[in-house]
């Protein structure tokens, strides 16, 4: 585009892989699809996705920013890449949908957008801000090792492993619900409400590690259940604990 320039596009759909760099911008006018990838790398550049929808196999924001409002990302299977100067932000009721959620930057909904992803891997930043009530679905693992921020209630579905540790802020805003087989929950973190919908969880990963830890509350749907006899690491529920059937 050329470094201070800008771009706005409506129904593009290039084979090309293309990088957006440093004081570039670029603006969707309608969908716009990026077969070959899309990276936006330099101080200063920007994607915004506004009300339409990026199709994009794969995403990289390396440095810079990208924003969707009632718009979406479709990144399909592949994974959406935030390096430690990326920054992502959903602010209306727009989604993204990928492959592996790669944070080490900031990615934050402000909005009551939603995201359908196959993992996630958080080095970095995961904030629900101002009025979101956003519900996440993960169909395999969630990690996070860094910070995740709840200033207003959110709602993540996971199938595969969890693991927290780092930062959980607010953990009164955070529902977290699982239904995987054969899945552990390892919280170095205390979180909120645990739900386990089906499936069977296992506390901790490693013999004597890291203890359950609730400050709010434990429900057991009929049919999931919840072991600590493998690896006894230990429980600690502050709420109530319901188990149907």
């Given at each position: 585009?050329?470094?201070?320039?800008?771009?706005?596009?409506?129904?593009?759909?290039?084979?090309?892989?293309?990088?957006?760099?440093?004081n570039e911008t670029l603006a969707l006018g309608?969908?716009?699809?990026?077969?070959?990838?899309?990276?936006?790398?330099?101080?200063?550049?920007?994607?915004?996705?506004?009300?339409?929808?990026?199709?994009?196999?794969?995403?990289?924001?390396?440095?810079?920013?990208?924003?969707?409002?009632?718009?979406?990302?479709?990144?399909?299977?592949?994974?959406?890449?935030?390096?430690?100067?990326?920054?992502?932000?959903?602010?209306?009721?727009?989604?993204?949908?990928?492959?592996?959620?790669?944070?080490?930057?900031?990615?934050?909904?402000?909005?009551?957008?939603?995201?359908?992803?196959?993992?996630?891997?958080?080095?970095?930043?995961?904030?629900?801000?101002?009025?979101?009530?956003?519900?996440?679905?993960?169909?395999?693992d969630f990690t996070s090792t860094e910070t995740?921020?709840?200033?207003?209630?959110?709602?993540?579905?996971?199938?595969?492993?969890?693991?927290?540790?780092?930062?959980?802020?607010?953990?009164?805003?955070?529902?977290?619900?699982?239904?995987?087989?054969?899945?552990?929950?390892?919280?170095?973190?205390?979180?909120?409400?645990?739900?386990?919908?089906?499936?069977?969880?296992?506390?901790?990963?490693?013999?004597?590690?890291?203890?359950?830890?609730?400050?709010?509350?434990?429900?057991?749907?009929?049919?999931?259940?919840?072991?600590?006899?493998?690896?006894?690491?230990?429980?600690?529920?502050?709420?109530?604990?319901?188990?149907?059937?």
């Amino acid at each position: 585009i050329g470094s201070g320039c800008g771009l706005t596009l409506s129904g593009m759909a290039t084979s090309i892989a293309h990088t957006i760099g440093a004081n570039e911008t670029l603006a969707l006018g309608g969908a716009a699809t990026f077969s070959s990838g899309l990276e936006v790398n330099g101080s200063g550049a920007s994607v915004a996705v506004g009300a339409n929808t990026l199709t994009v196999n794969p995403l990289k924001i390396t440095a810079g920013t990208v924003n969707v409002g009632t718009g979406s990302i479709q990144a399909g299977s592949s994974t959406l890449t935030l390096s430690s100067g990326g920054v992502l932000n959903v602010t209306g009721t727009g989604g993204v949908t990928a492959g592996t959620l790669s944070n080490a930057g900031s990615a934050t909904w402000s909005g009551k957008g939603t995201a359908t992803l196959a993992a996630v891997s958080n080095s970095g930043t995961i904030a629900f801000t101002t009025t979101a009530t956003p519900g996440w679905t993960v169909s395999g693992d969630f990690t996070s090792t860094e910070t995740i921020t709840n200033d207003v209630a959110n709602s993540i579905s996971v199938g595969g492993n969890l693991s927290v540790a780092g930062t959980f802020s607010t953990p009164g805003n955070s529902t977290i619900t699982m239904s995987g087989n054969g899945k552990t929950i390892d919280t170095a973190t205390q979180i909120w409400k645990l739900s386990l919908t089906g499936g069977t969880v296992t506390v901790g990963t490693t013999t004597g590690g890291n203890s359950l830890k609730l400050s709010s509350d434990l429900s057991i749907a009929s049919g999931a259940s919840l072991t600590d006899a493998t690896y006894d690491c230990g429980m600690a529920v502050a709420g109530a604990t319901t188990i149907d059937g």
